[in-house]
């Protein structure tokens, strides 16, 4: 199977915040191998929607949605399960599965520490 990988935010009115994504998004894709990756947001543009459509008609024939999300708030609770299961319908059936948030991975604990490593070096 062709897998389309979404890094899958929540989205704000704030551009640059949008591009943050994106280009850890990017990076990622980058360092994993993964060719058929895209960004998308919860609410704006580009949407899940979008991602697994442009996935779709680069060869992807099942897409993996990983929330850049902390926590299971929600949306990830409420939101994502219907979006998934409507594209999946849509699309004739294409499987997409969603990974867990970031919530629970033992890197957040490192990042925690050099942001507060940094702090005290930079005060």
Known sequence: ?????????????????NAAVARVASEAAEAGGFALCETAFLEVAPTLRDAVSKLAGQ??????????????????QRDLPRIVEELSHEFGGMPVRVTPPLDGHPALSRIIIDRAHEAFVNR
């Open 1 to 17: 199977m062709n897998t389309g990988i979404v890094i899958f935010g929540h989205g704000s009115s704030v551009p640059s915040a």
């Open 59 to 76: 060869g992807a024939t099942e897409i993996l949605v990983i929330p850049y999300f902390l926590t299971l708030g929600i949306h990830l």
